[in-house]
């Protein structure tokens, strides 16, 4: 027979118990690692999103703190181009320009939305010119200067630098669909 006996029967056991134990540890720390790695990571790109939201919100916003509008709203896009028809009109008082015509073009679909286009003529002073054309481009909702074309006025007023210009504007505007 085998002459071969245990002297401590249980010290396999125990072995065994301590690897698992081991094991089981090392993955609890290094799961523990890997979780605060990435929960920094995810703290890095929740503020990246934070900051890039804040940025167009203030891109938004006007000098006065009002929300910036890139689109008219209203229920149909005839009301909303009758809306910029009249936004201009207010535009016209508040830089002395003499509006002669206010004629409303097509209204088309341009990449998800409907562009509104108006042509303007009327007459302003070359020292309210700036200023007019500066109104636009502060406007809320967005209103792009298509084309702008300019001459002299005709008058019975003969001193060149007190003529005023004729002007036409051609102006677009967008609803959202």
Known sequence: MNSFTFHNPTLVRR??????????ALLIVLAIFIANIAQSTYSEIAQQQRTIAEAQRLQDVDMDGNEKLTFYRSETPQL?????QSDMQAIAQQNEVRLEVIRADQIEPANGSLRMA?????????????????????????????????????????NIDNRPLAVQLKLSGFVAQ
């Open 118 to 158: 108006l042509t303007l003529n009327g007459v302003v002073l070359e020292s309210q010119l700036g200023a007019y054309l500066e109104s636009f481009a502060n406007h809320s909702p967005m209103i792009v200067v298509e084309s702008v074309n300019l001459r002299r006025a005709r008058t019975r007023n003969n």
């Open 80 to 84: 909303a181009q009758a809306q910029m």
């Open 15 to 24: 072995f065994g118990t301590l690897i698992v134990i081991g094991t089981s």
